[in-house]
């Protein structure tokens, strides 16, 4: 009778899946950012505005970095040195900006009492699975820094 193993799961040998799903998401927010009107001007977006951004000092820099990533994820294993080098950046970034938006949406919970919104859970998940895809794309860069040392 075997127990149950967490680690069974196997959420490191989840593909690539999650990376595409990151990549689209960051890509959606920007997108809607991006859309005539203020989506800032929401109250859950208080700890945007109270720093100076606004709607496009988020999306342009969160719409390149998907950008990147998802040609990375496209191009993966033509430039087999390279891309998983990218793939790793793309996902620790991921992760800071996920984190970054989920505390931003939580500060109007702490300074001002209002109600948690439901995209603080959902972009901590966001944050943790890119944490979780970039330590795979770190263990891809091994392998292919491996692989070249074989074919020397």
């Known amino acids: 009778m075997s127990r149950f193993n967490p680690m069974r799961?196997?959420?490191?040998e989840q593909g690539r899946a999650t990376e595409w799903l990151a990549s689209f998401v960051m890509l959606a927010f920007a997108v809607t950012l991006s859309l005539p009107g203020e989506t800032l001007a929401?109250?859950?977006f208080r700890a945007f505005r109270a720093i100076g951004l606004d709607d496009a000092a988020?999306?342009?820099?969160m719409a390149l970095l998907a950008t990147a990533?998802?040609?990375a994820l496209y191009i993966n294993g033509t430039l087999p040195r390279r891309?998983?080098?990218?793939?790793?950046?793309g996902a620790i970034v991921g992760t800071c900006v996920f984190s970054m938006v989920a505390m931003g949406l939580y500060w109007p919970v702490l300074k001002f009492d209002v109600p948690t919104s439901t995209?603080?859970?959902?972009?901590?998940?966001?944050?943790?699975?890119?944490?979780?895809s970039a330590y795979r794309s770190g263990a891809d860069v091994r392998l292919a820094q491996q692989f070249s040392e074989q074919s020397r």
């Open 9 to 12: 799961l196997n959420l490191l």
């Open 42 to 44: 929401s109250p859950s």
């Open 58 to 61: 988020i999306a342009t820099p």
């Open 69 to 71: 990533r998802l040609c």
């Open 83 to 89: 891309t998983p080098l990218i793939r790793m950046i």
């Open 119 to 132: 995209g603080v859970g959902t972009y901590l998940v966001l944050a943790l699975f890119d944490a979780l």
